[in-house]
């Protein structure tokens, strides 16, 4: 751990700046602050050796999920933690989920702000080696991802990548199991990538495909023929839908695991390779085994390293990364010119369940990028499944309140259950509530108070 310990502060609430410095510099922090998130990323720019970054969540401007999210993106080593007087569990659990080292309940309590900047501290050193480590063995840059999921994903894939462990990757269709398959792959240093689609292949061609067969060893094998497995040496072999490897040729599937050897169909001689198996599923490897369907040793030979991807709408913070990359990818490919999103489809798009995962977002994608009436791709240029009417979930069901609340309670209490529902999107907070932004601003800082210190 390092001796040095910089801190920045994000507030617009002057008083509270003030207090929250005087404690941590009366701990032995060197402080650093800003006024905004803008503010923050212009400090950061310049360079600033920064280690923890401790931020209000609601600010004009950029506000701290904004600061997150660019955070994340240019400085994830710096641990992030966010200050919320409406921390209610679901925002929390968000902000957490989006990459947030911590969050911070106001009025802030002393012992549990110092408690938690010193654990931010710790992990700093951690998360610069993971950086640095990330840095040197290269994942793709097309590899997009920065929720907290995707980002422990592609450290488990930096940290497998170098050895000749199998690994299983599970996933709904469309998460990026090719994907990350490739990626580990990229960052091994092996040569060659070979896929093979298990569920493309007539079971009874499935074994001399995989491990070649020997003249004569059936009608039409007019000549000795290698398999994938040789061809991968030295490589890769992607062997996607692995259940429906045919039952018979499991063992000779988990033997190669075991200690890379195999034979050409019709012939004896043992053979070796090299080659590296990353298997993938889209279904429940459990229930495959239940049905007999897959042999139990060997999803457990499979099983050593596990990736499961979770499904986009699980990381919904990954849409606009995704949907950033995936339209410039678009637009090179089918050679159109480059849409942005406007901020009604973003939130549309970030807000639907996406059963299609990524591959559904990048065909929606194409087909607005080709379609859209203006220059920026909007709500209207996506089709009425998404984003249209669907009241944002959170319900907006007039609550069981207990008859005894003050009119400030239920104002209150209505306010933060529409921002829930909104997702945060204080744009689109107001306007369900019928009132602009920047009254909707004042409101919940006077509902946040000028939150006292509490030793
Ligand atoms: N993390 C990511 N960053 C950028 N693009 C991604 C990412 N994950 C997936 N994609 C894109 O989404 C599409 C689907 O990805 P991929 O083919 O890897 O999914 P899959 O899980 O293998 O799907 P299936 O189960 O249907 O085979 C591809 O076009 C891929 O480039
Ligand atoms: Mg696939």
Same mark, same amino acid.
């Not at 229930?287 to 042999?295: K, S, Y």
């Not at 030979?301 to 699980?314: A, G, K, S």
């Given at each position: 751990?390092?001796?040095?310990?910089?801190?920045?502060?994000?507030?617009?609430?002057?008083?509270?700046?003030?207090?929250?410095? /005087?404690?941590?510099?009366?701990?032995?922090?060197?402080?650093?602050?800003?006024?905004?998130?803008?503010?923050?990323?212009?400090?950061?720019? /310049?360079?600033?050796?920064?280690?923890?970054?401790?931020?209000?969540?609601?600010?004009?401007?950029?506000?701290?999920?904004?600061?997150?999210?660019?955070?994340? @993106?240019?400085?994830?080593?710096?641990?992030?933690?966010?200050?919320?007087?409406?921390?209610?569990?679901?925002?929390?659990?968000?902000?957490?989920?989006?990459?947030?080292?911590?969050?911070?309940?106001?009025?802030?309590?002393?012992?549990?702000?110092?408690?938690?900047?010193?654990? =931010?501290?710790?992990? /700093?050193?951690?998360? %610069?080696?993971?950086?640095?480590?990330?840095?040197?063995?290269?994942?793709?840059?097309?590899?997009?991802?920065?929720? %907290?999921?995707?980002?422990?994903?592609?450290? !488990?894939?930096?940290?497998?990548?170098?050895?000749?462990?199998?690994?299983?990757?599970?996933?709904?269709?469309?998460?990026?199991?090719?994907?990350?398959?490739?990626?580990?792959?990229?960052?091994?240093?092996? !040569?060659?990538?070979?896929?093979?689609?298990?569920?493309?292949?007539?079971?009874?061609?499935?074994?001399? @495909?995989?491990?070649?067969?020997?003249?004569?060893?059936?009608?039409?094998?007019?000549?000795?023929?290698?398999?994938?497995?040789?061809? =991968?040496?030295?490589?890769?072999?992607?062997?996607?839908?692995?259940?429906?490897?045919?039952?018979?040729?499991?063992?000779?599937?988990? %033997?190669?695991?075991?200690?890379?050897?195999?034979?050409?169909?019709?012939?004896?001689?043992?053979?070796?390779?090299?080659?590296?198996?990353?298997?993938?599923?889209?279904?429940?490897?459990?229930? @495959?085994?239940?049905?007999?369907?897959?042999?139990?040793?060997?999803?457990?030979?499979?099983?050593?390293?596990?990736?499961?991807?979770?499904?986009?709408?699980?990381?919904? *913070?990954?849409?606009?990364?995704?949907?950033?990359?995936?339209?410039?990818?678009?637009?090179?490919?089918?050679?159109?010119?480059?849409?942005?999103?406007?901020?009604?489809?973003?939130?549309?798009?970030?807000?639907?369940?996406?059963?299609?995962?990524?591959?559904?977002?990048?065909?929606?994608?194409?087909?607005?990028?080709?379609?859209?009436?203006?220059?920026?791709? !909007?709500?209207?240029?996506?089709?009425? !499944?998404?984003?249209?009417?669907?009241?944002?979930?959170?319900?907006?069901?007039?609550?069981? @309140?207990? =008859?005894?609340?003050?009119?400030?309670? *239920?104002?209150? %209490?209505?306010?933060? #259950?529409?921002?829930?529902?909104?997702?945060?999107?204080?744009? #689109?907070?107001?306007?369900?509530?019928?009132?602009?932004?920047?009254?909707?601003?004042?409101?919940?800082?006077?509902?946040?108070? *000028?939150?006292?210190?509490?030793?």
């Amino acid at each position: 751990m390092s001796d040095a310990r910089r801190i920045l502060i994000v507030d617009d609430d002057e008083s509270q700046l003030r207090l929250l410095r /005087t404690v941590l510099e009366a701990d032995g922090w060197t402080v650093r602050e800003a006024s905004s998130g803008d503010g923050a990323v212009a400090l950061l720019e /310049t360079g600033a050796e920064i280690d923890v970054i401790l931020s209000d969540l609601i600010m004009p401007g950029m506000d701290g999920r904004g600061l997150l999210a660019a955070a994340l @993106e240019r400085w994830p080593e710096i641990p992030f933690i966010i200050m919320t007087a409406y921390a209610s569990v679901d925002s929390a659990v968000e902000l957490l989920h989006a990459g947030a080292f911590h969050y911070l309940a106001k009025p802030i309590k002393l012992p549990e702000l110092r408690i938690i900047v010193r654990r =931010a501290i710790e992990s /700093t050193e951690t998360r %610069r080696e993971l950086v640095r480590l990330r840095r040197r063995v290269g994942l793709p840059s097309d590899v997009v991802g920065v929720s %907290r999921q995707m980002r422990e994903i592609f450290e !488990t894939a930096i940290r497998v990548a170098p050895t000749a462990t199998p690994v299983l990757i599970t996933g709904e269709t469309g998460t990026g199991k090719e994907v990350v398959a490739r990626a580990i792959h990229a960052a091994s240093g092996r !040569t060659n990538f070979v896929a093979l689609n298990c569920a493309a292949i007539p079971p009874s061609l499935f074994e001399s @495909e995989l491990f070649g067969f020997k003249r004569g060893a059936f009608t039409d094998a007019r000549r000795d023929h290698a398999g994938l497995a040789e061809v =991968a040496a030295g490589g890769t072999i992607f062997l996607d839908e692995i259940p429906e490897v045919p039952l018979d040729t499991q063992p000779k599937l988990l %033997r190669f695991l075991q200690d890379g050897e195999f034979r050409r169909l019709g012939d004896n001689q043992v053979r070796k390779s090299d080659a590296r198996v990353i298997a993938a599923t889209n279904r429940d490897p459990a229930g @495959e085994i239940a049905a007999g369907r897959l042999r139990e040793d060997l999803f457990y030979r499979l099983n050593i390293v596990l990736i499961h991807i979770p499904p986009l709408r699980e990381r919904a *913070v990954d849409v606009p990364a995704l949907a950033d990359h995936l339209l410039k990818r678009l637009a090179d490919r089918y050679q159109l010119e480059h849409a942005d999103l406007s901020p009604d489809a973003l939130a549309a798009l970030t807000a639907y369940h996406w059963p299609g995962n990524i591959r559904e977002l990048e065909n929606m994608l194409a087909r607005a990028l080709a379609l859209r009436a203006g220059k920026v791709i !909007t709500v209207r240029d996506l089709p009425t !499944t998404i984003g249209r009417g669907a009241p944002a979930a959170g319900g907006l069901e007039p609550g069981a @309140e207990p =008859a005894t609340l003050t009119l400030e309670e *239920v104002e209150r %209490r209505h306010i933060l #259950r529409v921002l829930e529902g909104a997702r945060g999107n204080k744009l #689109r907070a107001a306007q369900i509530l019928g009132i602009d932004r920047s009254t909707l601003h004042r409101k919940l800082k006077q509902l946040e108070g *000028v939150a006292a210190l509490q030793p």
